[in-house]
Nanobody, 127 residues
């Protein structure tokens, strides 16, 4: 079955960088767009970035390019999210998700556009 397993979160200090990983199995990873979302306590799950099956990327907004970098390694069936210069407001549970259709250039901004999710990895940024 489809399985997504996130890792790489932790407790870090402001200004640090982290790379989150999402290992995929049970489907043809190379054919699907993938996305990263995050959720803060009491808040809705929010889009961070997605990457199409051919590697095209979309971010929450243009201004966060450089703060977030999404990438994928087809050989390892893994999608990554690098977060630079972490700030306390980046503290959240980070999820990866699979876009619903093969050969799509986007996963989409809405969580409802995705059909499989990992369990999440917690990122906590201290000052």
């Amino acid at each position: 079955q489809v399985q997504l397993v996130e890792s790489g979160g932790g407790l870090v200090q402001a200004g640090d960088s982290l790379t989150l990983s999402c290992a995929a199995s049970g489907f043809g990873f190379s054919r699907y767009a993938m996305g990263w979302f995050r959720q803060k306590p009491g808040k809705e799950r929010e889009f961070v970035a997605d990457i199409g099956w051919m590697g095209g990327t979309t971010y929450q907004k243009d201004s966060v390019r450089g703060h977030f970098t999404i990438s994928r390694d087809t050989d390892k069936s893994t999608v990554y999210l690098q977060i630079n210069n972490l700030q306390p407001e980046d503290s959240a549970l980070y999820y990866c998700a699979r876009g619903p259709r093969a050969f799509s250039s986007r996963g989409g901004f809405s969580p409802s556009s995705y059909d499989a999710w990992g369990q999440g990895t917690q990122v906590t940024v201290s000052t």
